[in-house]
């Protein structure tokens, strides 16, 4: 592509941004950077999430921790109950361990650095750029997935897998040498009104003369199904109605949550029906008449539901964690 179109690309986008861009919370309008709070917290809940899924968990947790003191004096606990729901607790955590250093080290300010910001708990290369540009106006590289997407499709490379080194030598092409924070979050709204995943809009596009786009056959890959995983939780209650429920270990998916518990997740459904508790007759197990159905991002899970009710005998169950 030639300058002089590069340069229309930019102008068209610019324009986009200024008049069609999202109002989202942690963005502030007239103002030229973000605020590095509300930017740390946004992105880290960003990272494989939908801005949909986000927003109300982000006004939420900006109500329990307005800034970044609170955040980093908080109970773990309460972090993770505000990020009930939201997946991926890893990122609570490593939130919250970045808070603590912030607060200790940094006297509370949010570093500009992107190679400081690299060394922080669950801080890696999209979001230390995210936040580097967005909340200080740095000219870095913003490159998340709809970026990186938006890139391969101007440029016609149907690639799976592009080296990010790669994907930023495009990248330097087609970002402007100034307020590329801007031109990246234009990307990010743009992916969202026409650029879409699935079924990009091409023919209503504003930049169609600018794209080399020809449609890739492999869209019907990135529709394929989920895995499926199956399990069975275990509903065991008292007589004075109380439920077991167990925290899981915090190294696993959904780590340091509660649950009813359940037989290790599996792939194949005879396998995982096989993990029924055998109890005696006092019991008087049950099966829930539905099967339970978890959306994961990657997989989808199936849970039989046995309920237990526990009488007068107290009953030892021993079960395994999953993997
Ligand atoms: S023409 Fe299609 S692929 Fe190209 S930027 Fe527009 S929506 Fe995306």
């Known amino acids: 592509m030639n300058n002089i179109r590069i340069k229309t690309l930019q102008r068209k986008m610019k324009l986009y941004y ?5 109002a989202l919370p942690w963005r502030i309008k007239n103002q030229k950077n973000q605020d590095p709070y509300k930017t740390l917290i946004s992105e880290i809940m960003l990272q494989q999430t939908r801005v949909n899924a986000v927003l109300d968990y982000y006004k939420n947790f900006l109500k329990k921790f307005p800034d970044l003191k609170s955040l980093a004096l908080a109970n773990e606990n309460d972090i993770l109950i505000a990020w009930s729901g939201l997946g991926y607790y890893r990122r609570a955590r490593n939130l919250h361990k970045t808070a603590k250093i912030i607060f200790k080290e940094y ?3 949010i570093p500009s650095d992107k190679i400081v910001l690299k060394q922080l708990p669950g801080i890696g290369e999209y979001t230390s750029s995210a936040i580097a540009s967005f909340a200080f106006g740095k000219e870095e590289l913003v490159i998340d997935t709809n970026v990186e997407r ?12 592009l080296s990010p080194i790669r994907i930023k030598e495009l990248g330097e092409i087609i970002f402007p040498k100034k307020n590329r924070g801007d031109f990246a979050q234009a990307i990010m709204d743009f992916s969202n009104d026409y650029c879409t995943k699935l079924s990009p809009k091409c023919s209503s596009c504003i930049i169609s003369q600018y794209c080399e786009y020809k449609g890739f056959d492999d869209l019907k890959k990135i529709k394929q199904k989920k895995n499926k995983k199956y399990c069975i939780s275990y509903f065991i209650y008292d007589s ?4 077991l429920i167990r ?3 915090v190294e696993e998916i ?3 949550m509660y649950e009813v518990p359940s037989s290790i997740w599996k792939s194949n459904k ?6 029924v508790i055998k109890l005696d007759k006092n019991y008087n197990p049950m ?3 539905n099967t339970i159905k978890h959306e994961f991002s990657h997989f989808t899970l199936f849970s039989k539901v046995m309920i237990i009710k526990k009488e007068k005998i107290m009953i030892k169950i021993v079960l395994k964690e999953n993997g």
């Open 254 to 256: 959904l780590g340091g």
């Open 247 to 249: 925290r899981k270990p």
């Open 150 to 161: 938006f890139i391969k499709r101007i440029f016609d490379i149907n690639a799976n897998k």
């Open 270 to 275: 005879k396998v995982a029906d096989m993990e």
């Open 107 to 109: 006297e509370s300010k």
């Open 240 to 243: 004075k109605e109380l439920f």
């Open 287 to 289: 099966f829930l008449k």
């Open 18 to 22: 200024k008049k069609s861009s999202r």
